[in-house]
């Protein structure tokens, strides 16, 4: 992998990090949620991996039995989806989350730790995407975050975590060709 300087740009509501190389055409796309059960004391993760074409490459559904917040939650989705994607070799990618405090917290100044509460996960998330050549962060609505979103709900419903490649149950399919 070639590399030249890396640099972290972040407006309102997205950014993106680039490692000297550049988008060369659909990139795969990768969303991400997280789901909070209160009153089981657990959370649920789930991301969704899509080809530049619309097809499943991969799905996730991580059930963790942690008693966590809900910015907590949508930081470690973020994170798994980012490994998740990692595993997959993807190496450009542009990732989409309705999590806006999450997606904004990247946007922070790289220089010193980030002391916020998701602090420790954020730092973590960008010492991770700099194993991408090229990735973009962007806010999107709840609506258009449905695939992620169902995945992390589902998950708190597991007893262990739900890994897909290309092929996936027949609702996630449904569900991606409303994307």
């Known amino acids: 992998m070639q590399t030249s300087s890396v640099t972290l740009q972040g407006g309102q509501h997205g950014g993106v990090l680039e490692t000297g190389q550049?988008?060369?055409?659909?990139?795969p796309r990768l969303f991400f949620d997280g789901a909070v059960?209160?009153?089981?004391?657990?959370?649920?993760?789930?991301?969704?991996?899509?080809?530049?074409?619309?097809?499943?490459?991969?799905?996730?559904?991580?059930?963790?039995?942690?008693?966590?917040?809900?910015?907590?939650?949508?930081?470690?989705?973020?994170r798994h989806a980012l490994?998740?994607?990692?595993?997959?070799?993807?190496?450009?990618?542009?990732?989409y989350g309705d999590a806006l405090n999450v997606l904004n917290g990247l946007?922070?100044?790289?220089?010193?730790?980030d002391l916020s509460a998701i602090g420790g996960v954020l730092d973590a998330v960008r010492l991770l995407m700099r194993e991408f050549e090229m990735i973009s962060w962007k806010h999107v609505k709840k609506r258009s975050n449905l695939v992620a979103h169902k995945l992390a709900r589902s998950a708190l419903s597991l007893v262990q975590a739900m890994f897909c490649k290309d092929v996936g149950p027949p609702w996630l399919h449904d569900l991606i060709d409303d994307v």
């Open 22 to 27: 550049q988008f060369e055409g659909v990139e």
């Open 37 to 78: 059960d209160v009153l089981k004391g657990c959370v649920g993760l789930g991301a969704v991996i899509l080809s530049g074409t619309g097809q499943l490459m991969g799905a996730m559904s991580i059930p963790l039995p942690v008693p966590i917040n809900p910015i907590a939650a949508e930081a470690l989705a973020l």
């Open 83 to 95: 490994e998740f994607g990692r595993a997959f070799g993807v190496r450009s990618v542009r990732v």
């Open 107 to 113: 946007n922070a100044s790289s220089s010193g730790w």
